[in-house]
């Protein structure tokens, strides 16, 4: 696969997980947004890794990975707060929290 190529499903990725964070009130979906945009940023780093052939940039990949398990993680706890205690998840509803 040329180098083009790969970049390119980056940037529609991107668009995508774009347009999904900004059109979406639900957070579930603002989550699988999310992670479509940090799987552009990952595929990019890995194109570009193999371009030059660097495995610095293979472990910067994995560290990518893991932080979007992480905010994944956290979100999911977030959000099911949220369920338990209005019934539906909605951005609107963050803001009623009592932290």
Known sequence: MNIVDVMFLSIILFTIGLYGIITSKVGMRMI????????????????ISSLYYSTSLIVFALFIIAVGVIETAVGIAIF?????????????LLGEIKW
Do not use: D, F, H, P
């Open 80 to 92: 099911t707060v949220v369920y338990k205690k209005y019934g539906k998840i909605n951005i609107s």
């Open 32 to 47: 699988i947004s999310l992670e479509i945009l940090i799987n552009a940023a990952l595929l990019n780093v890995i194109g």
